[in-house]
Structure formats: C-alpha cells, structure tokens
C-alpha cells in the first residue's frame, strides 16, 4: 500500500473481544439464558476471537452499498417514510438514540467492520463524512427501500438513494478523496477496499408480490421469470462495482423472505414460514451464487464472494435456542400478530430483552441476531460463504 494512503487512513483498532465477552456473560447471566444459549454465545466468542482484525486490515476502507439491513443513516436526510430515526430504534446504543439504522442498536455494516478493527464507517450523507479522517475510512452508501430495480420501493418516494444514485456518489466519493490523497492512492484505496452489496429482498416484498397485483407481476406472471429478469439486473450492477474499482465485494443473498416475522404475520394461517417467498429467495440466490462465479471467471479472480444469509439465517430461525434465542418467531418491536402488524414505532412495545430476540422489527435481526451472520461473513466453511469466507479472500487478495 502507498506510503502515503498508509498514513492517511491508519488509525487505531478497536480491540473488541474483551468487551464482547464482558459484556454477552453479563447478559446472560442478568436475563438467565439457558446453558445451551450460553455455550451459543461461547461458540460466537470463540469464532470472533481468531484473528479477524489484522494490521493491514485495520488500515483498510470499507464501503457499504444497499438496503435497510445496512443502512446506517442516508434515509435520516431524505423524505422518505422509509427512516430508523426515532425511537425504538437504537434503543441499545451507546447513547440510547436513534441514529438511522434499523435494528436496536448495530447492523450489518457497523459489524463488519468492528471485525476488520475499524470504525463504523459514515453515511455518505451525513455531513461530518467531510471531515477527511471519515472520507478516508470508506462510506455507507446504503438506503433502505431500494432494490435492483429502479420501480422497487415506490411507495418510498422518490429520494430514495436507488443503485444508478449510491453509484454516482461511490465515483463522487473518489473525485473527493483524490482532492486529498490524489487519484493513484484513490485507486489503490478502493482496490483494497472491502465491499459488501445487499440487495434483492425488496424486488419481491416491496415489488413483485407488494400488492395481490402489481405491474412487475402483470409483465411476469410467472416469478421464475421475473427472478431471471433482475438476477440478470444484479449481474450489470455488481459489474458495475469493478468498473469503480472494487476488487473484494461480498455479495449477500437475500434472507429467508418468508421467515421473518412481517410475511409470517400476513401471508400465513398458523405463523409458518410462508412456502412462495421462501420459494423464490432461493431460486434468486441460486442465480445470484451463479453470477458470481461467472464474473469471477470472466475477471480471472476472485472478486467476489456469495454470502449465503439466506441459509444462515434459516438456520437459526429453524433452531434459535442453540444460539441463545427465545424466540425467531416474534419482533422484539411491534404490535399485532407476531408484534409484526406495521412497523416498528414510537409507540409500540418492546421486549425488554433484546438479545433473546432474533428480529428487532417486522423485517430487520437485532444486533445479536446480525453478530452471527458477520461472523459467518468471515468464518463460514463454502455451504455459507462461495467461493470463500472474507478471512481467505482478504488473504487471497493481499
């Protein structure tokens, strides 16, 4: 790595198992979780404490592109009822308040890179990503609502950050960064860069099968080939990526769209995981795993990863008190059948224990529930991460 990015972007890691550990026993033993629970969480600990974060690693960028399952806070400066921004939500953070993401306090993105050793990296529209020592540490790109397709998450608005806008301000990003460090440690920045891409889940809740009759469903009546239409849509984005200049991407599969506790509560008689969506997350991810592997062949290397959320989380939703969970059923916030009627709200009970629950709301996993699927991320054997987890790939691509 250049010299000079070197000392741009170095800062110190965060050293987290310790906390970790501190603070998971606490919990179980203030919320009595049961002894498989706590081994659950040994297991976790164990996993995270092998040597993620690394020196090279600490200096790495990290840019997060997609959804609300990683959005830290874009929709917080937009109009769009599509927003984490008030309470409940991060009702376990640090300071107790909101701050956009949807989850009790972090997703995704935010623990991807605690793994890497670094800090959660700024929303793109948050106006302290100025500041040159957060530019230089990557972006959050992400906007809950979006899809592949530009028609996903209309009932959003129209100021949502879809995939053509969060690509614009990735090359707007670079142009600012090479102001600062100039345009060949950019580069280099961004090739060293991790990338993580989320996206999928809302082309069919929030598209397809939104309303008993929507326009997509009318042009595809039947959903394979519809399926076929935006796996086909994802290869141009995620090629799109490496024309940015990306060269570790981690690709997330859609998750079990039936299973979580929203299309349980409305599409199911008996609170089952609903059999179509299921259906269709895993003909989408069938696809999905087949375009990285052509892209990978077509760049001669391994660019991208596939990680299989979908199985991952199944396999915690279908026995959740092997990992220290009550339920998998139920939000932890919400109201109704499954406290899964509407969303998440200022006024809507809330489980007193988060880390017994999976889903935080009617969509989104508590951070709990998201350590897990990061720390397949890194440690999954090939059944969840394909080719490889992003441990090997970072070592493939240093």
């Known amino acids: 790595m250049n010299a000079h990015l070197r000392i741009s972007v170095q800062f110190i890691r965060v050293k987290f198992e310790g906390r970790m550990l501190m603070m998971m026993m606490s919990t179980a033993i203030k919320h009595d979780i049961s002894m498989k629970g706590v081994?659950?969480?040994?297991?976790?600990?164990?996993s995270w404490s092998v040597g993620v974060t690394s020196q090279s690693n600490s200096s790495r960028a990290v840019f997060?592109?997609?959804?609300?399952?990683?959005?830290?806070?874009?929709?917080?400066?937009?109009?769009?009822?599509?927003?984490?921004?008030?309470?409940?939500?991060?009702?376990?953070?640090?300071?107790?308040?909101?701050?956009?993401?949807?989850?009790?306090?972090?997703?995704?993105?935010?623990?991807?890179?605690?793994?890497?050793?670094?800090?959660?990296v700024v929303p793109y529209l948050n106006p302290s990503i100025g500041i040159p020592s957060n530019l230089l540490r990557g972006a959050n790109f992400a906007s809950a609502g979006v899809g592949?397709?530009?028609?996903?998450?209309?009932?959003?608005?129209?100021?949502?950050?879809?995939?053509?806008l969060q690509f614009e301000y990735f090359r707007e990003y670079q142009d600012r960064v090479a102001t600062i460090i100039g345009r060949s440690a950019t580069n280099e920045l961004v090739a060293n860069a991790v990338v993580s891409i989320t996206l999928g889940g809302n082309d069919y809740v929030n598209n397809y099968y939104f309303l008993p009759v929507t326009v997509r469903s009318v042009q595809f009546p039947n959903v394979a080939d519809y399926n076929n239409f935006i796996v086909s849509e994802y290869?141009?984005?995620?090629?799109?990526?490496?024309?940015?200049?990306?060269?570790?991407?981690?690709?997330?599969?859609?998750g079990p769209l039936g299973c979580?506790?929203?299309?349980?509560?409305?599409?199911?008689?008996?609170?089952?995981?609903?059999?179509?969506?299921?259906?269709?997350?895993?003909l989408f991810n069938t696809g999905v795993r087949n375009i990285v592997d052509e892209?990978?062949?077509?760049?001669?290397?391994?660019?991208?990863?596939?990680?299989?959320?979908?199985?991952?989380?199944?396999?915690?939703?279908?026995?959740?008190?092997?990992?220290?969970?009550?339920?998998?059923?139920?939000?932890?916030?919400?109201?109704?059948?499954?406290?899964?009627?509407?969303?998440?709200?200022?006024?809507?009970?809330?489980?007193?224990?988060?880390?017994?629950?999976?889903?935080?709301?009617?969509?989104?996993?508590?951070?709990?529930?998201?350590?897990?699927?990061?720390?397949?991320?890194?440690?999954?054997?090939?059944?969840?991460?394909?080719?490889?987890?992003?441990?090997?790939?970072?070592?493939?691509?240093?």
């Not at 290869?235 to 940015?244: H, P």
């Not at 979580?260 to 895993?282: F, I, M, N």
């Open 235 to 254: 290869k141009k984005i995620l090629a799109r990526l490496y024309e940015l200049g990306a060269r570790t991407i981690v690709v997330a599969a859609a």
């Open 39 to 46: 081994a659950g969480i040994v297991l976790l600990l164990l």
């Open 64 to 120: 997060i592109l997609g959804d609300s399952l990683v959005d830290s806070g874009n929709n917080n400066y937009l109009a769009t009822v599509a927003r984490a921004d008030f309470s409940p939500y991060g009702i376990d953070s640090p300071n107790r308040r909101a701050t956009g993401r949807f989850s009790n306090a972090m997703n995704i993105a935010d623990l991807t890179c605690e793994a890497l050793g670094v800090e959660p």
């Open 148 to 164: 592949i397709l530009n028609d996903t998450g209309l009932q959003f608005g129209p100021f949502i950050l879809r995939m053509p």
């Open 295 to 398: 892209l990978n062949s077509q760049y001669g290397a391994t660019i991208y990863t596939f990680a299989d959320t979908f199985n991952m989380t199944l396999n915690i939703v279908n026995n959740p008190g092997a990992y220290g969970f009550e339920t998998a059923q139920y939000a932890c916030c919400g109201q109704g059948r499954f406290n899964a009627i509407g969303t998440c709200t200022p006024v809507s009970p809330v489980c007193p224990n988060r880390t017994a629950f999976f889903w935080w709301d009617e969509y989104h996993p508590t951070e709990r529930a998201n350590r897990f699927i990061v720390n397949f991320f890194f440690n999954g054997g090939t059944s969840y991460m394909y080719p490889v987890n992003l441990r090997t790939m970072l070592k493939i691509n240093d």
């Open 260 to 282: 979580v506790p929203a299309q349980r509560a409305l599409r199911t008689l008996t609170g089952e995981c609903d059999a179509t969506l299921q259906s269709v997350a895993v």
